[in-house]
């Protein structure tokens, strides 16, 4: 079907009605005490055109924790600062392990698989640590100018529950740092990380700030370049590769389109030149992707037609 054809708030209405009925199973990311606190029955659905028609249902004008999506938004800075360099410090390989684990890096000599799992994305921070003057400041600026929302921020309660319990990315921190792979001081380099992690928003600004990945790179709606396109598809090629940890496969396979989940239950996903879609429900299954927020996407690619392949 021909995207000019198509009725999104349609199709999303079906496939919400559908998927609301349907069984909600796994399990709230507890591990980080915050996120547990979440009502595990919410769920939200935001689509974003090129064109700026936004479509959504649910509680999808509510502000999440994006955690991990947040990891495309740092990988973004640091591509453009550091370039093909970038490459000689994190790699561009699918992991095949969980997003926390720690098992390859001690075989890869501390550098990590991809810029998507934890410690890729530790790699990331330090490197913008080590560029930014004020990293923190520049990071939330960038973030309000991609999604064009001047209140987007970072939750604090998130980012002190998760280093109240950071000891797997100390442990992942620590192990790089034995290898030479972090620069600055590893305290500060996890604050860094934390306050990534903990950036919250709606369903609705998710779906709007990727645009530029379905958009070569260029944010379609203020015009502004992002990302050359050559480093908007690699991107988008990391996504679909990696996006989703050991369950990259599973989601290319289902669902077909370049994208990023996060514990807190959020997943973004693009369709390039079409939309960016932004899906939310907090329960987990194992592998730490949304459980509903999958089958979403499935259902919804499947009654479109609408994926990259
Ligand atoms: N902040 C989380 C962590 O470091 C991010 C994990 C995720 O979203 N997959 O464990």
Known sequence: MESKEMDYQLAIEKVYSQISCA????????????????????FGVSLTTLKNESFGIGDCQEKISIQSIAKVLSLTLAYNIKGQELWKRVGVEPSGTPFNSLVQLEYDQGIP????????????????LSNLKDP????????????????????KSIARSEKSVGYRNRALINLMKSFGN?????????????????????????????LYLASDGVDPISGKKILSLSRSKRINAIMQTC???????????????????????????????????????PKLNK?????KGMKFLEQFTTETGLSVF
Not at 244 to 254: K, L, N, Q, V
Request: charged residues 20%; hydrophobic residues 40%.
């Open 243 to 281: 996006g989703f940890y050991d369950e990259a496969g599973e989601f290319s396979f289902r669902v077909g389109l370049p994208g990023k989940s996060g514990v807190g239950g959020g997943i973004m996903a693009v369709h390039p030149e079409r939309f960016c879609i932004a899906v939310w429900s």
């Open 23 to 42: 069984e909600n199973i796994g399990e709230v990311a507890t591990y980080i005490p915050e996120l547990g606190c979440v009502d595990p029955a919410k």
């Open 287 to 291: 592998k730490g992707n949304s459980y």
């Open 113 to 128: 698989r991809n810029p998507l799992i934890n410690a890729g994305a530790i790699v990331i921070c330090d490197i913008l």
């Open 136 to 155: 923190e400041h520049e990071l939330i600026s960038f973030v309000r100018e991609v999604s064009q929302v001047n209140e987007i921020s970072y939750n």
């Open 182 to 210: 972090i620069k600055n001081d590893i305290n500060q380099v996890l604050d860094f990380y934390f306050i990534l992690c903990s950036i919250e928003m709606t369903c609705q600004e998710l779906s709007r700030t990727f």
